[in-house]
Structures are given as structure tokens and as C-alpha cells.
């Protein structure tokens, strides 16, 4: 009889973590300790592993199917604050938009029989899969950007630049360049006596560090970017040689009805 207890106990705990409400604060949990390339930068931190990113969320898993009782509460509530409110005096902005769609998931409209999975974002490790839609004739797309640059392994994060494998010094220049630019404009709109006591020392450093990288190294480094990312700008039409966008309400393809409804399958 115990055991049937616990077992019921512990399956409504996963199921809570899991397909119910609290997988959704376990997923922004795990969002968050992923970081975005901002705060990353900020934190002067790489993005965590996928496996070390696994293993947090099984943990977070695990931990609330045994305490779920105390925390389910919270869990609901904290739901509840981010819970997406559309824009309502503005009719014009009223339907759905990509960029409060997470992950991935299925798009149905709700005055004819249209219904399509599709990708709003996800990201791996060194490549994300964004969606959009042809403006011309309403097809869903998606398209993959690859960062053009390998990022310093773990081990090698704090390691000098002029001691990093060559294919991983671009992505180090691009990132002590960041940290300059952003430290630097901090700096410039910040009261010196409210200057973080780690500034300085980033700018003396990154300086250092980028002083001895030859000219033609950042030119290249700058050229390799641009060029991606005006290929990937590039990529940005259907066959039907519409533009994609994913500013804009989405539409059904079929009948132009603008309520729709996604339901989110999971998020990367
Ligand atoms: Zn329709
Ligand atoms: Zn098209």
C-alpha cells in the first residue's frame, strides 16, 4: 500500500515537472543558466554545456517530483508574471508574433483547418533555427545561422589568447572586443564613484590582449562576420521569391484569418 502511495505521489510530481506547470519555470530556469550571449559576455562566462545544462535540469526534475507539495505554489505563481500579455489598445498589434512564441510547436488557426508545426527559436550549441513567414504567400520557414567562429573549449577559457588553437582565437577577439565596448560605454555613462571595480581592469586587460593581435588578423576576423551575416540576410526569402519576416502578426496561410493559436511542444 506504501508503495502505491509513494508511486502515485512521485508520478503526479514528475508529471507536474514536466508536461505541467512547473515544467515551464524548470525550462526558464534552465534558459537562464544558459545565459544569452549578453549576459554570458557580462558574466565573463561561456555558455554551460548542453550535458552540464542536462544534468541541471534533471536535477530540478527530480528534486520537485520528491518536494512538489511546497513547491508547486510558487511555481504557479511565478507562471503567472510571465504569462505573455498582448498589447490590447492597440488593435492594429493584436494576433500572435513570433517573438512570444518559445521554441517549438504547432500553429493552428481557428477558422479553418489549418494546422502546421513549426519553429519560433532554438538553439544548440553553435547554431540556432529561427522561423518565419513568407509576407507574400504565408508559408512558415525556418532558417539555421551557424556561428562562423569555433568558441574556447571549457578547459581553454582562461587560457591567453596568444596560447588558444588557432581556430579559436577569432572567437576570442570577437568576445575581448565586446567586453571592451561594453565596459568602455559603461564607463562612459556611469559616475566614476559607481564604476564597478572589475571595469577597469577588463579594459586594461582586454587592451593587452588585443594589442598584440596583428591588423589584417581583426580585419579578417571583422570580414568573416559580415560576410555571415549578410549571407544569412541573404537567405531571408521564400521560393516564392516573397521576403521573410518575423516582425509582423502571423497570418494562416490558407484563409489570411489572423486567430491563431500555437501550443509550445519544447524549447532549446
Ligand atoms: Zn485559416
Ligand atoms: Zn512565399
Given at each position: ?6 508511486g ?7 508529471f ?74 492597440d ?29 519560433s ?14 509576407q507574400d504567400?504565408?508559408?512558415?520557414a ?20 596568444s596560447?588558444?588553437?588557432l ?14 565596448s ?10 566614476r564613484?559607481?564604476?564597478?571595480p ?25 570580414n ?20 521573410l519576416?518575423r ?17 509550445m511542444?519544447?524549447?532549446?
Amino acid at each position: 500500500m506504501i508503495e502505491l502511495v509513494i508511486g502515485i505521489y512521485v508520478t503526479l510530481g514528475l508529471f507536474l515537472a514536466t508536461l505541467g506547470p512547473a515544467g515551464k519555470s524548470i525550462r526558464r530556469e534552465v534558459e537562464k543558466t544558459r545565459g544569452t550571449e549578453f549576459t554570458n559576455a557580462m558574466m565573463q562566462r561561456e555558455a554551460p554545456s548542453e550535458k552540464k545544462l542536462f544534468f541541471f535540469k534533471l536535477t530540478l526534475i527530480l528534486g520537485f517530483s520528491l518536494l512538489w507539495p511546497f513547491l508547486l505554489w510558487g511555481a504557479l505563481k511565478e507562471n503567472k508574471n510571465y504569462e505573455v500579455q498582448p498589447d490590447s489598445d492597440d488593435l492594429e498589434h493584436q494576433g500572435l508574433k513570433f517573438q512570444y512564441m518559445g521554441g517549438h510547436g504547432n500553429l493552428s488557426c481557428n477558422e479553418c483547418n489549418f494546422s502546421e508545426s513549426l519553429t519560433s527559436f532554438t538553439h544548440g550549441i553553435r547554431s540556432s533555427r529561427t522561423g518565419y513567414q513568407c509576407q507574400d504567400c504565408g508559408k512558415f520557414a525556418f532558417r539555421m545561422r551557424t556561428d562562423p567562429f569555433k568558441r574556447s573549449s571549457n578547459e581553454n577559457f582562461d587560457v591567453p589568447l596568444s596560447e588558444l588553437p588557432l581556430d579559436e582565437r577569432p572567437s576570442r577577439i570577437e568576445h575581448l572586443q565586446q567586453m571592451l565596448s561594453l565596459c568602455e560605454t559603461q564607463m562612459e555613462k556611469t559616475a566614476r564613484k559607481n564604476w564597478l571595480p572589475t571595469w577597469e581592469s577588463t579594459v586594461t586587460e582586454c587592451k593587452k590582449e588585443l594589442s598584440l593581435v596583428e591588423e589584417n588578423e581583426i580585419e579578417d576576423v571583422k570580414n568573416k562576420r559580415l560576410e555571415s551575416e549578410n549571407a544569412y540576410k541573404a537567405s531571408l526569402f521564400c521560393e516564392c521569391g516573397g521576403g521573410l519576416d518575423r516582425d509582423n502578426v502571423l497570418f494562416c496561410p490558407s484563409c489570411k484569418s489572423l486567430d491563431l493559436t500555437y501550443s509550445m511542444e519544447y524549447i532549446t
